[in-house]
């Protein structure tokens, strides 16, 4: 069976969201040839996944995976997606057709990988020595009206804050939630620490890159003496396609598991580790 995977971004008017899509393409191209890739755009007038999936077709093929290419995605862009495919099970002969959607990457082994290889670079440009016990972390997420969203960008917080050994960790948003980028700094230049380090959990930088430079720029010009180092996005790094490619395979293998990554027994994926008793130890099955 000819296989299609039809890769998934926001928008079409950013062009930094474009070029990190059309690279892990790309990337995802090369990575497995067998497939023909195809990119669409969720919120575009002229290239969306309904005409995506169409051009698809028109090449021959007879399974089309659908796969988003987001950290998080809205309950919104979700049912969007899902409307489209119950479109196009009204007109076309599933027997014939196999449309599936793949599961967005959220807390995901791959992507904290991916952060702690960002986090160790930055630390690496930095000119004076700070240890992690003086340091601590801010991540930014997009921020969103839906409490999950915002709680996953936590979750991803607390793993790197405790994983990596910083002595603190603040999670904080751009728009739409709370607390904000200016208050997280506030409250870490108060606590005394001597070096922060910014990252942005994204996998596009853009605008809101621009965003985090402006504002540390105003509190480096404050009173109180930060080292500040800013993280790049997540999407410079291989184990962003190492999660697509995972995420692909889940679907043609049939074996898409739970996420146990917030299990309390969970693979340690960063270097610091938590000693169990016995009465602790688990008898978890793999999945």
Not at 18 to 35: A, G, I, Y
Not at 119 to 148: K, W
Not at 187 to 205: D, E, N
Not at 214 to 236: L, Q, T
């Amino acid at each position: 069976m000819k296989i299609g995977i039809l890769l998934c971004g926001n928008r079409d008017l950013d062009s930094d969201e474009l070029t990190t899509l059309t690279t892990l393409k790309l990337d995802l191209c090369s990575r497995m040839p067998e497939f023909i890739t195809h990119l669409s755009w969720l919120e575009s007038l002229d290239n969306n996944i309904q005409t995506g999936i169409n051009h698809l077709l028109k090449l021959g093929l007879e399974h089309i995976i659908i796969l988003p290419v987001m950290l998080v995605m809205s309950a919104s862009k979700k049912e969007k997606i899902e409307e489209i495919m119950g479109s196009f099970f009204l007109n076309y002969n599933p027997n014939n057709i196999k449309l599936e959607l793949a599961s967005i990457t959220e807390v995901d082994s791959n992507i904290l990988l991916a952060a702690e290889k960002s986090i160790l670079e930055a630390e690496s440009t930095a000119i004076n020595a700070v240890s992690r016990d003086q340091s601590t972390l801010i991540l930014i997420g997009e921020g969103s009206d839906e409490p999950r969203i915002n709680a996953n960008a936590y979750k991803m917080c607390r793993m790197i804050w405790e994983g990596m050994g910083f002595a603190w960790g603040e999670a904080c948003y751009l728009e739409d939630a709370s607390p904000n980028l200016r208050s997280s700094l506030r409250r870490v230049s108060q606590i005394g620490y001597k070096r922060a380090i910014i990252f942005p959990y994204f996998l596009y930088g853009g605008s809101y890159i621009s965003m985090i430079h402006e504002e540390i720029k105003i509190k480096r010009e404050g009173p109180i003496d930060i080292d500040y180092i800013i993280a790049k996005p997540i999407n410079a790094y291989r184990e962003v396609v190492n999660s697509l490619e995972r995420r692909i395979k889940e679907i043609i293998r049939h074996n898409g598991n739970m996420n146990c990554m917030e299990c309390g027994y969970r693979e340690q994926v960063l270097e610091e580790t938590i000693e169990k008793s016995e009465n602790e130890k688990h008898d978890h099955l793999p999945h």
